[in-house]
């Protein structure tokens, strides 16, 4: 691999990892249209519960998923990227933290992201995602206010009321 194309990897491989990034973000604040715009318009989605396999479906599920929960926030943690030209594949492993309202139960999920990514046009978005659970607790939700910090640290809200929506200039 010459200098050009080692340098084109490691770009790629720097917007791929920004992308689940992202991806993560849009999906702890429930922005709907970020996470759209993380998928090519033909991509897959495939989460089990939606049986046309399309992002479309998924999200119109995520938007009826995110309306059950109090807060929710995905941690990527182990990143393996492979690239080839415009096409690559990545797994990327995710904690996803979940309160759920009705219930009063916190879930915590283990699992991973299984995308293929093509770069059109000069940019990547995946093309097929397969979303996996490889684990998950479920337990009690602590009560509002058990951290004693609660009354001084601002607590981080889905949508336009999370604090940095007013605090950001350059990340949205």
């Given at each position: 691999m010459n200098r050009d194309e080692l340098l084109d990897t490691l770009i790629a491989e720097r917007e791929?990892?920004?992308?689940?990034?992202?991806?993560?973000?849009?999906?702890?604040?429930?922005?709907i249209e970020g996470m759209r715009s993380m998928f090519h318009p033909d991509a897959v989605a495939e989460y089990g519960f939606n049986k046309t396999k399309t992002v479309d479906e998924f999200l119109d599920h995520f938007k009826v998923q995110i309306t059950t929960l109090t807060?929710?926030?995905?941690?990527?943690?182990?990143?393996?990227?492979?690239?080839?030209?415009d096409y690559a594949e990545a797994e990327n492993y995710a904690i996803a933290h979940c309160d759920i309202k009705a219930s009063g139960m916190t879930v915590v999920i283990g699992g991973r992201y299984l995308d293929k990514l093509e770069r059109r046009d000069g940019v990547w978005k995946i093309a097929h995602r397969i979303g996996l659970e490889d684990w998950s607790v479920k337990t009690p939700a602590p009560p509002p206010g058990a951290n004693d910090l609660v009354g001084v640290i601002?607590?981080?809200?889905?949508?336009?009321?999370?604090?940095?929506y007013g605090f950001f200039r350059l990340i949205k």
């Open positions: 791929i990892r920004q992308l689940a990034h992202t991806l993560s973000r849009y999906v702890d604040r429930g922005n807060g929710v926030q995905h941690h990527i943690t182990t990143s393996n990227i492979r690239v080839e030209g601002p607590r981080g809200a889905l949508g336009e009321a999370d604090p940095a």
